[in-house]
């Protein structure tokens, strides 16, 4: 159905991508259309004025952006995507980036061993048997520490003199007169 079968009043209720999609399959030929000219080209057929195009402008683009019917072909023009299949699309694209191949690796038996040792490491890293016998025997060794230190610290087994205080405080005073002189 082209623009020209509507009448005016459906032509301003009908959005403004409606009527883009309308004007680029009306075209004879595909083309590119600039953003510009194309809200331009529906300004005219509606009859819209300045403002009311300003405030319906940035719907417009993003209505553009997001319906799969139009493909952006850079430089703020717009088309059909029906006129750009994308066979054709793919095929431009492969056409133009040339890959280089690649000589593939000989690995070296070596290198192979190599990696099979360090697939070994990993698996003995993560093995939860060996980490909890590991963590067990820390406990044991913690529990063993703290009877040592409970044992160190035991006052009551050895009381110290009076006389014992005294001659350790001497020797202090004496150290610090001699550091004085």
Do not use: C
Request: glycine share 2%; aromatic share 10%; proline share 1%.
């Amino acid at each position: 159905m082209g623009l020209n079968q509507y009448t005016q009043e459906e032509l301003r209720e009908t959005a403004m991508i409606e009527l883009a999609f309308e004007i680029m399959s009306d075209s004879k030929e595909p083309k590119a259309f600039s953003f510009h000219d194309l809200v331009e080209e529906i300004q005219k057929k509606v009859g819209l004025s300045e403002a009311e195009v300003r405030q319906r402008i940035a719907q417009f683009y993003t209505d553009l952006n997001i319906d799969g019917r139009f493909v952006t072909l850079g430089d703020n023009h717009w088309g059909l995507r029906s006129w750009y299949p994308v066979d054709q699309s793919e095929e431009d694209l492969v056409a133009t980036v040339k890959t280089k191949k690649r000589k593939a690796k000989r690995y070296a038996k070596e290198d192979l061993d190599e990696y099979e040792d360090a697939d070994d490491d990993y698996e003995e890293y993560n093995d939860v048997d060996s980490l909890e016998e590991d963590y067990e025997e820390l406990d044991d060794e913690e529990d063993y520490d703290d009877m040592l230190e409970e044992e160190d610290y035991d006052l009551d087994d050895e009381e110290l003199d009076d006389e014992d205080l005294d001659d350790e405080e001497l020797e202090y005073e004496e150290l610090d007169e001699d550091e004085k002189l």
